[in-house]
């Protein structure tokens, strides 16, 4: 195992730092792997002062991990993208649907936070991550008393979780596959659509005053919101759900809507309601099949738990 050991700062600094432990080669903020390591490439973009892209591009002949080290401030944050895949299967007396639905979520994380990553040899590695420092964010996004600004002020660890919508969802995947033909200008856009986005959703939350968490506690949390979205067609219990991360009841209630904003059963609901979005602009089945396939056996109740959560009726989405 080649250990790789780093702090979060201003990623032309951190592929200078992964360089000096990693052989490689570096030119114009682009690490290419030498051959006892691996292949591929690491690419940073500094798009703005202190606003940066990072394509992750490799595969590795020996494990490496990469271990982040907190820093003594928050003054960067880094923006992770996740892509899981969910198969809903249902059967009916006269018909089977089963569909692959790729989820996209986002998980913010600041200086002071520590992580682990191992990765594995021989498999193609994808990664793409948004880092910005707290100088930026004030200058460019900060607004008086929001919620964002009194999370990302505070002096503790933080980790902000958002699952994003179907929509941006293709923006994010077109982007990390062809990164190098956009222009400086419609990279900086594209980011800030994002970022956007993201931020808009973690507006939503109510002010809280954030608990640091251990890196053990959030792979527990993460474990959990996978376990909710595999099985989102059979409904656990907070009791259940604690128990399975190793935590007490109150523990686990707190963290949760910490690092996720809402509920586990707010979670597990909302999340279906996406995907059943997502199915709708795939126009491969009727509402009432989408319906169905998130659990729903009646359409009208179907059609109000859209509504409220969506803001639109299911045939609305369609334009129908």
Known sequence: ???ITYTLTQSTQWIETLHRQLPSTLADNT???????GSGTIRVFEIQPGLYVTYIDVQL??????HRVPASSNDHFIVNFHISQ???LKETEHNSYQLGLSNQSVLLSSAMTQAKLSLPTHQPIHVFNITFSKAWFET???????TLSHLLSQEVGIYLFENL????SQTIAGFRAQPEQFSKINLFARVLQILSHFFDKVENRA???SKSIAPTDLKALMAVRHALEQNWDTPQSNETLASSAGMSLSKFKGL???????TPYQYHLQYKLDKAKEMLLQQQHSISEVGYLIGYSNLSQFSKAFKKYHGQLPREILGA
């Open 256 to 262: 949760f809507k910490q690092v996720f904003g809402i």
């Open 1 to 3: 195992m080649l250990p």
């Open 207 to 209: 002010h809280t005053q």
């Open 31 to 37: 690490l290419t792997l030498l051959p006892e390591v």
């Open 165 to 168: 919508d179907y929509t941006l």
């Open 61 to 66: 002949n020996q494990p490496v991990q990469l």
């Open 86 to 88: 969910t198969t809903i």
């Open 140 to 146: 460019n996004l900060q607004e008086n008393n929001s």
